[in-house]
């Protein structure tokens, strides 16, 4: 029977094989971690092979071409838009370009239940869903061929997701469409579903209430101060900055990526996508009077179809021309590594559980947490010091 692969760390979870998968063989299967995997049931199976050539960690999943990239700086001119997103909000003109010419688009959203999944929208109102970041990895079932049939159809379709995402889809497509927009997001990694179910199943307990509200980058604070802010049906409000909640302290110290994620063979500058978007973190560096309290995206455009579209949508946004250099970042040159005692961690996580790890690995120290405490009065004095001079 067919071997889909030999290690965890060489699925990324995209579901192209599934997708593609002519006896419907294959199922998605929840690992301890909450991860899915591909299974191939051996009665159905019929070893055309199929499910391993669509595997984009087994082929050439880049955008490929000689054109040569293109980086901008942008904000949107509407605040409103991007007070709603992560950074710079480019994103939502992107799919409003799109819906404007009778096409679809495809993103992430959060459920009923708070799990993110890979959605369709034909209008700017179900598109606004996508928002924003969601730091887990996505449900996508059969959304690969929903899109299929909608390029079939004639459809222009804009699909957002990660570079591994991207890059499975347009290997299940097989040949390229010229109605297919791809837009990649620079990504750190993806956590796993079950671990953050896990800890907002923790704070519903705490606060004894569901959670009707979710949002991974709350922006009361600024867009530099990450903070999960969740609302909860009684009315309670939970916010944490991302060095304080623990979900994001396990997330941003690496301990909750997929195994895939620390070879990921698109951390780099070599993008699958049409567009690669995220934040702008050097905007200091680069030009510090463009940066503001709602933040700064940036534009890679990796294809002359991404430049057609980004051209279309320019003048909704505050913008410069930059180098790749100046808006590189770490993810954009390497995968995330693994922590030094993440053997530990994982060990630890499957004989005692999460909540066991949380308070083990992600609680803050009583030296970190007096440095995090004094280090806003010391801006509010060096402020107060430069007024005086």
């Known amino acids: 029977m067919v071997e889909l692969f030999e290690k965890a760390e060489q699925c990324c979870g995209c579901t192209a094989c599934l997708n593609i998968c002519p006896k419907q063989a294959i199922s998605m299967l929840e690992d301890q971690k909450g991860f899915l995997y591909p299974k191939i049931d051996g009665s159905k199976c019929v070893e055309c092979g199929l499910c391993q050539k669509v595997c984009p960690f087994k082929v050439d999943g880049l955008a490929g071409g000689k054109f040569s990239k293109i980086a901008y700086a942008v904000k949107n001119k509407d605040n409103t838009e991007r007070a709603q997103s992560s950074s710079g909000a480019v994103f939502i003109e992107v799919a409003k370009a799109v819906l404007g010419s009778d096409g679809v688009v495809y993103g992430?959203?959060?459920?009923?239940?708070?799990?993110?999944?890979?959605?369709?929208?034909?209008?700017?109102?179900?598109?606004?869903?996508?928002?924003?970041?969601?730091?887990?990895?996505?449900?996508?079932?059969?959304?690969?061929?929903?899109i299929k049939r909608d390029l079939k159809a004639?459809?222009?379709?804009?699909?957002?997701?990660?570079?591994?995402?991207?890059?499975?889809?347009?290997?299940?497509?097989?040949?390229?469409?010229?109605?297919?927009?791809?837009?990649?997001?620079?990504?750190?990694?993806?956590?796993?579903?079950?671990?953050?179910?896990?800890?907002?199943?923790?704070?519903?307990?705490?606060?004894?209430?569901?959670?009707?509200?979710?949002?991974?980058?709350?922006?009361?604070?600024?867009?530099?101060?990450?903070?999960?802010?969740?609302?909860?049906?009684?009315?309670?409000?939970?916010?944490?900055?991302?060095?304080?909640?623990?979900?994001?302290?396990?997330?941003?110290g690496n301990y909750l990526l997929r195994d895939s994620c620390y070879s990921c063979p698109f951390a780099s500058m070599n993008r699958p996508g049409d567009i690669t978007i995220g934040d702008f973190w050097n905007i200091n560096n680069v030009k510090p009077d463009f940066e503001d309290k709602l933040g700064v995206s940036s534009i890679i455009v990796n294809t002359e179809k991404g430049q057609d579209l980004i051209t279309e949508i320019l003048t909704s946004f505050e913008y410069f021309e930059v180098s790749l250099d100046e808006c590189t970042q770490r993810n954009l040159q390497a995968p995330s590594p693994k922590p030094d005692d993440f053997d530990s961690f994982r060990a630890d996580w499957e004989q005692h559980g999460l909540d066991y790890c949380r308070k083990k690995y992600a609680s803050m120290g009583f030296g970190e947490r007096i440095r995090r405490t004094l280090s806003p009065v010391k801006k509010r004095v060096m402020k107060v010091i430069k007024r005086g001079i």
């Open 108 to 146: 992430v959203r959060l459920d009923d239940v708070h799990r993110a999944m890979h959605d369709r929208a034909s209008s700017i109102e179900s598109a606004r869903k996508f928002q924003g970041s969601k730091y887990v990895q996505s449900y996508k079932g059969s959304i690969f061929q929903e």
């Open 154 to 252: 004639g459809n222009t379709v804009l699909f957002t997701g990660t570079p591994c995402e991207v890059a499975g889809l347009k290997r299940f497509l097989g040949v390229p469409y010229d109605n297919l927009v791809t837009v990649d997001i620079i990504c750190h990694g993806t956590p796993s579903p079950g671990s953050f179910d896990d800890h907002i199943r923790a704070l519903e307990k705490k606060y004894s209430s569901k959670i009707s509200k979710i949002s991974f980058r709350n922006k009361q604070y600024g867009w530099r101060n990450q903070e999960l802010w969740i609302k909860f049906n009684n009315g309670e409000i939970y916010h944490n900055p991302i060095w304080e909640d623990e979900y994001y302290r396990l997330f941003t």
